[in-house]
């Protein structure tokens, strides 16, 4: 059933942000998602985000910040995106005009029409990019292709790039007034995992269409 309603999933266009960046964007069900994790380091009104390498800078943070994965841009703008802390997320200018970050309820609903929770992640993943994948847990059926982008905790360690995704949602949490929700995939499973994450975090962003 979950095959035969991916499928669907055709309509293929772009849209660019204000840096200049194009991306592809992917028809899932009723939403229009980008295909691509964000990378702009402007806000939607020409606003420069402040990019943010240091550890200590960044873990004094609780405004707006962006960093790329271990701090390198060249190897890891293009492939990964920009990863970005929930401040930024929150000032709702960090997609393209007529996009906004995905909140927590999006996301969920691409994971029911994909099939819940326990096997969406395998279809959302791309077949490359991911250390160690196995073809099991990866056919990106639907166009989405995400990528193992990691993520950077509040003190400014990076993780491993490579073999595990972290996606911010719009959303606050319900546990802590300095939380959000988020989504996680990873290279050894189908799934996708929802958590609670400090908001000085910095994570991938995708975008989705207004309706």
Request: proline share 2%; hydrophobic share 30%.
């Amino acid at each position: 059933m979950f095959a035969s309603s991916c499928k669907q999933n055709s309509a293929t266009g772009t849209v660019s942000d204000i840096d200049g960046n194009t991306y592809k964007t992917i028809t899932i069900g009723t939403q229009v998602w980008m295909a691509e994790n964000l990378r702009t380091t402007k806000y939607n009104d020409g606003t420069a985000i402040p990019l943010v390498t240091g550890n200590t800078a960044w873990s004094n943070l609780n405004s707006p910040g962006y960093c790329w994965a271990d701090n390198d841009s060249e190897s890891n703008k293009i492939t990964y995106g920009a990863l970005y802390n929930w401040y930024a997320v929150n000032t709702s200018k960090l997609c393209p005009k007529g996009w906004h970050v995905a909140t927590d309820a999006e996301w969920t609903t691409l994971i029911a029409y994909l099939g819940g929770l326990k096997v969406a992640g395998g279809k959302l993943k791309s077949t490359t990019g991911w250390d160690s994948l196995t073809e099991d847990k990866a056919s990106n059926s639907n166009g989405f292709t995400a990528l193992p982008g990691d993520y950077r905790e509040a003190n400014g360690t990076f993780h491993d790039v490579g073999k595990h995704g972290f996606w911010w949602t719009s959303s606050e949490s319900d546990q802590g007034e300095n939380s959000a929700w988020m989504r996680r995939m990873n290279y050894c499973s189908s799934s996708v995992f929802a958590n609670s994450y400090a908001k000085m975090d910095g994570m991938s962003v995708r975008c989705v269409r207004d309706k």
